[in-house]
């Protein structure tokens, strides 16, 4: 810009609009990032240009969907949580249940969520179980961490009583069948989710 020249004018529509079109799941507060009114969120969602999906979520009319549109709904609006049990094993393909909640984990010491207008369901892990064993996944522009195969399968006997055994068998078999993790992996997060006891008889039958 040459000395003395005016700046460009802002076009706030087309700033959310592109800023819709890179994050995938816009959120009201990535306006306040960029100094838009979130005004326009309302203007956009009654002239069918953004789609309210949630409380403080919207995306693009014409956005094309994943089938794992949900988990990025999720992962938007609880950041510090990481997918798991049910959900981590339908993301991986290591199960033929479909669960109708997105299963999150917290921190033991994490604000407990209040999510009323998704289907979320929220355990709490503490330490080493919590941190340990997750990789970070982008769907539909949301960053998310979902744990790994062996940590979700340690989690499910973990949460045995929870889920049932018969979930936690078919995780282990289904993974181990498609060389999702090895034994060390699995006997790792055995220790972390201290189940290692439990686990044992169920891998000495694997190899």
Not at 75 to 81: E, H, K, T, V
Not at 103 to 128: C, N
Request: hydrophobic share 45%; glycine share 8%.
């Amino acid at each position: 810009m040459s000395p003395g020249a005016r700046p460009p004018m802002r076009n706030p529509t087309q700033e959310l609009i592109d800023l819709a079109h890179l994050r995938g799941v816009l959120r009201a507060r990535d306006l306040d990032e960029r100094g838009l009114p979130r005004e326009y969120l309302s203007r956009l969602t009654a002239r069918g240009v953004l789609v309210r999906e949630s409380r403080g979520l919207y995306r693009l009319g014409q956005a094309d969907i994943s089938q794992h549109h949900t988990l990025a709904l999720v992962g938007a609006r609880i950041p510090g949580g990481v997918l798991c049990l049910l959900t981590a094993l339908r993301f991986h393909g290591m199960t033929t249940f479909s669960p109708l909640e997105v299963w999150v984990a917290i921190s033991g010491k994490a604000w407990r969520p209040v999510i009323r207008d998704l289907p979320v369901r929220v355990v709490r892990f503490s330490g080493q179980a919590f941190e340990a064993g997750h990789a970070p996944h982008t769907v539909e522009g949301v960053s998310l961490r979902v744990t790994t195969p062996a940590k979700t399968v340690a989690d499910c006997f973990k949460f045995r009583n929870k889920l049932g055994l018969d979930v936690a068998l078919e995780a282990l078999r289904e993974g181990w069948r498609a060389k999702r993790f090895t034994l060390d992996e699995l006997w790792r997060f055995a220790q972390v989710d201290r189940v290692a006891r439990v686990l044992r008889p169920y891998l000495e039958s694997l190899e």
